[in-house]
């Protein structure tokens, strides 16, 4: 199907830690924003698309009768930031389809909240036949989030010979991006010594290799490109997707072919890429401006890079050296701070920032050129945003 969609509206809420409100509330806010963003008014949200659920989260029904919509088309999937493009994805299709005039994405996340609920009544997402859904292998004593992303960076490091302090550049070039950014959380420099001095948290995973864990919340507006070119704000089209990867050659936080579970071992210098959205969009990696994906671990952002052939395999390493991936970089990637420094709203707070970019509003780090910008993630899935 031929996607005619374009984001017409965002909003958001704090970013913060510790935040008294709830999910809905942070919700709410961000809600009103991004409809007074577009010049929209409630009325005209006839689809939701959300992006979070039972029981980290509000439901759809619930979020139609808060903020009093009428609903004609519904998607709701799990809070987590491989389904960023999944709900973008369903948006798109739902416009363009007839299903629904105008989608609102909606997220919103309290991790504030979910840790005191955890904390009570255990975790509720290792209540799975083979343990949660981040790589944790329970049998063998991996039961946390990073493990996956751990188990996945010791063995890129035992076969390319990569060190902590090459993997350091990662967050710090993504820090530099947050301190221009007076909404991120993370406002001070970090810098190699900072890294290398931090605590390891599962090995070879330090404490600056993790995302924040934050309270606040995003919601975009997703309408026809006609309706979008009526609207308050210059439409930003949504030019190519992709879905998510899966089978026995997919883990979820390692790129395919590096051995983990039960994908084969093969580290060979290049592999088939699927790069369909670029294919939609017209363009190729060579015309991207920015490159944005989910930073909830520092590896996961050299997978990201060799999955969609921005380097070789085995290369991202030496690759984001230098400030390359920094403010003034060859390839800037989450240039308002990401997961890692500005907030984890698993991965829509990069989703707005493309927007912003390329509407021309991001201030002090405003890109020379936002004319191709790519979200994409180590599983496979792929967005591509241009100008109208």
């Given at each position: ?133 981040h790589g944790e292998a329970p049998l063998y004593g991996l039961e946390s989030p990073g493990s996956g992303a751990a188990m996945a960076m010791q ?116 592999y088939d890429l699927a790069n369909e959205a670029f294919e939609y969009a017209g363009a190729t990696i060579k015309d991207v401006d920015a490159f ?97």
């Amino acid at each position: 199907m031929k996607i005619d969609a374009a984001i017409a509206g965002i909003g958001a809420s704090k970013f913060g830690r510790g935040l008294p409100d709830s999910q809905m509330a942070m919700g709410t806010v961000a809600f009103k924003k991004a409809l007074e963003d577009a010049g929209l008014c409630r009325e005209d949200v006839d689809g939701i698309s959300i992006h979070q659920g039972s029981p980290l989260g509000v439901d759809y029904d619930r979020v139609a009768s808060a903020l009093g919509l009428q609903l004609h088309y519904v998607n709701q999937s799990w809070l987590h930031g491989r389904f960023v493009t999944n709900s973008l994805q369903h948006a798109a299709m739902a416009v363009s389809c007839g299903m629904a005039d105008v989608v609102a994405c909606f997220t919103s996340v309290s991790f504030s909240r979910e840790r005191a609920i955890l904390a009570g009544e255990g975790d509720h997402e290792a209540n799975r036949e083979e343990g949660g859904s981040h790589g944790e292998a329970p049998l063998y004593g991996l039961e946390s989030p990073g493990s996956g992303a751990a188990m996945a960076m010791q063995r890129y490091m035992a076969t390319y010979g990569v060190t902590s302090a090459d993997l350091a550049a990662v967050p710090i070039s993504i820090r530099s991006h947050a301190c221009q950014n007076p909404a991120a959380i993370m406002q001070n420099e970090l810098t190699l010594e900072d890294h290398q001095s931090a605590r390891i948290v599962i090995d070879p995973l330090r404490l600056y290799d993790f995302c924040l864990l934050s309270d606040a919340a995003v919601v975009v507006l997703v309408t026809s490109s006609d309706r979008a070119r009526d609207l308050r704000q210059p439409p930003v089209r949504i030019a190519g997707l992709q879905g998510i990867q899966a089978g026995r050659e997919e883990f979820v936080f390692a790129p395919p072919h590096l051995g983990i579970a039960q994908q084969t071992f093969a580290p060979t210098k290049t592999y088939d890429l699927a790069n369909e959205a670029f294919e939609y969009a017209g363009a190729t990696i060579k015309d991207v401006d920015a490159f944005y994906t989910y930073d909830a671990f520092s590896p996961l952002v050299l997978f990201s890079l060799e999955r969609f052939g921005y380097c070789g395999r085995g290369e991202a390493a030496a690759f984001v050296q230098d400030g390359r991936i920094g403010p003034g970089g060859s390839l800037p990637v989450n240039t308002s701070g990401g997961l890692l420094s500005e907030a984890h709203v698993s991965g829509w707070n990069c989703i707005i920032e493309m927007v912003r970019q390329i509407r021309g509003q991001a201030g002090p780090r405003q890109l020379p050129r936002s004319e191709v910008l790519h979200w994409g993630t180590p599983w496979g899935d792929s967005a591509i945003l241009t100008p109208m």
